[in-house]
């Protein structure tokens, strides 16, 4: 399976549990359809955005960056990035293929 | 561009322009630098008969020296009397081009042709893509990054990724002094 990495911008203005929630819906998602979750990084909390969002009927000038990695099938990618679209905490996100190659993904030395 | 540069000959007869400091003092018109022409050219000037170019040139020199043109002269700045230039278009390097085009080695100094990078996966390093965009959030041209052309491509790819997921600004450059000092307020 290859190795995804989403790219998320959420609402500035949202308490830690509502931001937990957000991150455990995400993870739950990619879990329940087979995929497995290697984790998430926090790029920035409530940064200015360098330009101005529109996304569910609001304008955002701040929001918070993460990211997470996962490993799932291409569909299961898709139908993460459908939910999280509709998700009104979501400012933006998208999602990248990191690798497809077992090599790049995991330490493969067998020294360790 | 080249062949423009081919078939736009001057007109006037090649002299060559030397700048002698001798000739200062006697001359009170031309204080400060002289300038001695002398013909490259075979000088047309014996036949009068012939062109009245020849004749206008002639002229229009003034005080040239017929006879010895100094060592170099090929290489000298074409200069003509009347005319008027810049201080700049005196410097030694004036080619009248705004930039030299690169030359075919830019795969040797590329910096992630040599460390291995492929700078698409750096599309989340905002200080990296800053460096290859201009203050107005423009992506900057091959000459001016000196990337090789395939290194360009992808850093431009990278800029545009960056921009689309709302990483980097679209109409200038990503302030981190500001956004630094946002995250210290945090």
């Not at chain 2, 030397?18 to 490259?40: N, V, W, Y």
């Not at chain 2, 229009?60 to 700045?77: D, F, K, L």
């Not at chain 2, 810049?86 to 030359?103: R, V």
Request: net charge positive.
């Amino acid at each position: 399976m290859p190795l995804y990495e989403l790219v998320c911008i959420s609402r500035a203005k949202m308490t830690q549990g509502s931001m937990k929630d957000l991150l455990k819906k995400s993870a739950l998602t990619v879990l329940d359809r087979g995929g497995a979750v290697r984790g998430f990084v926090n790029i920035g909390r409530e940064q200015m955005l360098p330009y101005r969002m529109k996304r569910h009927m609001e304008y955002h000038t701040h929001g918070s960056f993460w990211l997470m990695h996962y490993f799932s099938n291409p569909k299961t990618s898709q139908v993460l990035l459908d939910q999280l679209k509709l998700d009104a905490r979501v400012i933006r996100c998208n999602v990248v293929k990191v690798t497809d190659k077992l090599s790049q993904m995991v330490n493969t030395d067998e020294s360790l | 561009m080249f062949k423009f540069i081919q078939l736009c000959k001057p007109r006037l007869p090649r002299v060559a322009c030397s700048f002698s400091s001798s000739a200062t003092r006697s001359d009170p018109q031309t204080a400060g630098i002289a300038f001695k022409f002398t013909a490259l050219e075979k000088d047309h000037s014996d036949s009068p008969a012939k062109d009245s170019e020849a004749a206008n040139t002639k002229t229009r020199a003034g005080q040239t020296s017929p006879g010895i043109a100094y060592e170099n002269a090929q290489y000298a700045t074409k200069l003509f009397p009347n005319k008027p230039y810049h201080p700049s278009q005196l410097n030694a390097g004036y080619t009248g081009k705004p930039f030299t085009l690169i030359p075919r080695k830019a795969r040797q100094k590329d910096p992630f042709v040599l460390m291995g990078i492929n700078p698409l996966k750096e599309y989340k390093n905002t200080l990296m893509l800053s460096s290859f965009v201009t203050e107005m959030g423009k992506i900057k041209p091959r000459y001016q990054t000196g990337l090789s052309a395939k290194s360009q491509r992808r850093v431009a790819k990278a800029i545009r990724r960056a921009r689309s997921f709302g990483l980097i600004p679209v109409t200038s450059k990503f302030d981190h002094e500001a956004s630094a000092r946002m995250f210290k307020i945090r």
